[in-house]
């Protein structure tokens, strides 16, 4: 007798398995060859070493080209793509829109990090600190400003240069700008991006708060390498 199992396309129960009780069920042929039928399956399931059966858990991690992927063959799901995996709101802002764009600009560009510090008072007027310079050329992926106390009385605006060029020469009010009582400045994308290499980054102060400017400016500027 061949016996009777559902698996793998199912799992057996112990109906099919014969759930038997001690010195109360008379064995027969059927507890034997359905138990033998489920070992089968499992065997032709898992598959033998170096199996050519495609549907093999040996074949599906062992095969080193015709498996172990998600190609969309049985069972493996569907290939993934990862340019239809696009990144959630607030992702780091570089390359495309999707996983595959962002991780290869990422990796072949690289970013570079960068934070600068000017302390006390803002002085109205004034050109801050001490200008910066890189030998390579970049471009800005963002910019980030915070004070370690508000402006009060009126609104404290800084002006970002590469050189004599205003990254906001185009739209002023998208410069870092501080309303009274605001610390923290939620970067908008400036009109001028490239940095060429060598020439100096300057930080403006083209208004302050009328009561209180506004002290301890910290910027975190993100470059990616341009090519």
Do not use: C
Not at 27 to 41: L, P, R, V
Not at 53 to 82: C, E, F, M, W
Not at 167 to 178: M, T
């Amino acid at each position: 007798m061949a016996g009777n199992t559902n698996f793998p396309s199912v799992l057996d129960t112990d109906t099919e398995l014969f759930d038997v009780t001690d010195t109360v069920t008379a064995i027969i042929d059927d507890h034997h060859n359905n138990i033998k039928e489920a070992i089968k399956a499992i065997e032709k399931k898992i598959g033998i070493d170096s199996s050519s059966v495609a549907t093999t858990l040996d074949y599906r991690l062992g095969n080193p080209t015709g498996a172990h992927k998600h190609d969309g063959a049985s069972g493996q799901g569907p290939r993934i793509n990862p340019t239809a995996i696009t990144l959630p709101s607030g992702a780091l802002p570089v390359g495309g829109a999707n996983l595959y764009d962002h991780l290869m600009d990422a990796d072949v560009h690289g970013l570079q990090v960068i934070p600068w510090y000017y302390q006390g008072s803002l002085p109205n007027g004034a050109s801050l600190g001490s200008p910066f310079s890189f030998g390579k050329s970049l471009s800005i992926q963002s910019i980030d400003a915070r004070l370690r106390r508000a402006p009060s009385g009126a609104t404290t605006a800084l002006d970002i240069n590469f050189g004599p060029t205003s990254l906001y020469a185009a739209s002023p009010g998208l410069r870092p700008i501080f309303n009274a009582g605001i610390r923290v400045w939620s970067h908008a994308s400036p009109n001028y991006i490239t940095y060429p290499s060598g020439v100096q980054i300057v930080v403006d102060v083209d208004a302050v708060g009328s009561n209180d400017p506004g002290q301890d400016l910290s910027i975190v500027f993100t470059f990616r390498e341009r090519l």
